[in-house]
């Protein structure tokens, strides 16, 4: 099952499947994490892992088949 991707008719259809399958890739630890569209087109990926005493959060956009942004 792939996740679902929060306003996805905002984004463009290729955006929104490279996001479920980035998200559908991650590790358990990582089930926190969740994607959603922007009214401006860009898909939002927060990334939210947990484990081993660990812990990330950060911040992958996609606009136009491009990774815009890591954080």
Do not use: W
């Not at 990926?45 to 491009?66: E, H, P, W």
């Amino acid at each position: 099952m792939h996740p679902q991707i929060k306003d996805a008719a905002y984004a463009n259809p290729s955006d929104v499947a490279q996001a479920e399958k980035f998200l559908a890739g991650l590790p358990v630890a990582c089930s926190d994490s969740h994607a959603y569209a922007s009214n401006d087109g860009t898909v939002n990926i927060r990334i939210i892992c947990n484990g081993a005493s660990k812990s990330m959060d950060g911040l992958v956009t996609i606009k136009n088949g491009v990774v815009t942004k890591i954080r």
